[in-house]
């Protein structure tokens, strides 16, 4: 997935990683693993071991494998919190290994975001040999802000190490995760929004205007496993449209589901034809229920948004005044209706209709 600049302009990547202090750290973060392996030792103990507390979850994850029906793996899964600004974010690192069985040899590893109930892929997998139990690993995840934003404090930087008998190894990390908790979109000079207009059974209908053109945006979604589901963004004005992008996988509910889209105009020639576009996924954050308190407050929705997508080059606009190119543009002229060919299917020929003049 990529998304990316830092208040619209590049950003630049961190030249080296900090050297951070891990054991603080460590105690920063909440996680589910133990300590780490400190035995590389291939005679691991039984799978009874994997079912402590101190030891990570094997849950279902957004990210599907293919095997045979009748084979049975295992996955691991830690987590660990945080909270970037004031966005309460969970990573989650799935460990699996190619074999099924939790043995010395080839693992994959995963890294997802999840705000709520929803979670989405942040990096791509990667794969490490492992001689150590897979079940007791520690990691090191950390954020750190990154350059001025608009909207402000929604930028950020995070790191994953993998930390195995003291030794620590860079595993992701990424300079531009946009994310922040109920941003201030009004900040964006000129922005123009498109607005929710209907939900329907796998599809959300946004409309906005962009260059004086009025434009559709349509989000779909497709279930493709057990709380999993396939999103793609199109956009449609005047009859005329076209694919966004089609490979966002989120895990959770679609009605727990919004986006947030909108438009900067560029500088351009004809003037209003270039846009800056950009996505941002909508998740709410319901407000702690405290049943002991009886104090009334004030009706106030929190959300949290994470920016999944960009565009630098969104060319459309309706009028637009191509003679205001200058004296130099040469305009071509329409020679009249479009010639219709026939295209036979059983041979590789066309059929004209219509006379043809050759020279």
């Known amino acids: 997935m990529d998304l990316y600049d830092a208040g619209f302009d590049s950003f630049s990547p961190l030249n080296d990683d900090p050297s951070p202090d891990y054991h603080t750290l460590v105690r920063s973060n909440s996680t589910a693993t133990g300590s780490s392996a400190t035995s590389s030792n291939p005679?691991?103990?039984?799978?009874?071991?994997?079912?402590?507390?101190?030891?990570?979850?094997?849950?279902?994850?957004?990210?599907?494998?293919?095997?045979?029906?009748?084979?049975?793996?295992?996955?691991y899964q830690y987590t660990y919190n945080l909270i970037a600004g004031s966005a309460p974010l969970q990573f989650l690192i799935s460990v699996e290994s190619v074999s099924g069985r939790p043995v010395p040899g080839k693992y994959l590893f995963r890294?997802?975001?999840?705000?709520?109930?929803?979670?989405?892929?942040l990096a791509e997998p990667i794969s490490l040999n492992l001689t150590v139990d897979p079940r007791k690993l520690e990691f090191i995840v950390f954020v750190f802000p990154g350059k001025n934003s608009i909207p402000a404090g929604c930028l950020w930087s995070y790191r994953v190490w993998l930390r195995v008998n003291f030794v620590d190894h860079r595993m992701f990390g990424d300079d531009e995760l946009w994310v922040g908790k109920d941003p201030d979109f009004s900040a964006i000079a000129d922005a123009s929004f498109a607005r929710l207009k209907s939900i329907n059974a796998n599809s959300q209908l946004y409309d906005g205007v962009v260059g004086r053109a009025r434009v559709q945006f349509i989000a779909r979604w497709t279930h493709i496993a057990e709380g999993l589901y396939k999103y793609t963004l199109e956009y449609e004005s005047a009859g005329v449209g076209s694919m966004l992008f089609e490979d966002l996988i989120l895990q959770g509910d679609p009605r727990s589901?919004?986006?947030?889209?909108?438009?900067?105009?560029?500088?351009s020639m004809?003037?209003?034809?270039?846009?800056?576009l950009r996505v941002w996924l909508k998740t709410f954050i319901p407000f702690p229920n405290d049943q002991s308190s009886n104090i009334s407050l004030p009706f106030h929705d929190s959300y949290i948004y994470q920016r999944i997508w960009?565009?630098?080059?969104?060319?459309?606009?309706?009028?637009?005044?191509?003679?205001?190119?200058?004296?130099?543009?040469?305009?071509?002229?329409?020679?009249?209706?479009?010639?219709?060919?026939?295209?036979?299917?059983?041979?590789?020929?066309?059929?004209?209709?219509?006379?043809?003049?050759?020279?």
């Open 310 to 359: 960009k565009s630098e080059s969104l060319k459309i606009g309706a009028r637009l005044d191509f003679h205001s190119l200058g004296a130099k543009m040469i305009l071509g002229s329409s020679n009249g209706p479009p010639k219709t060919y026939t295209i036979s299917q059983t041979r590789d020929k066309y059929e004209v209709k219509g006379n043809i003049e050759l020279g």
């Open 43 to 75: 005679s691991w103990s039984s799978h009874a071991d994997s079912l402590s507390l101190s030891s990570p979850t094997a849950v279902k994850q957004l990210y599907t494998t293919t095997r045979r029906p009748s084979r049975r793996s295992e996955r």
């Open 111 to 121: 890294l997802s975001l999840k705000i709520d109930k929803t979670e989405r892929p």
């Open 257 to 267: 589901v919004s986006f947030l889209i909108y438009t900067i105009p560029l500088s």
């Open 270 to 276: 004809p003037a209003g034809a270039s846009h800056r």
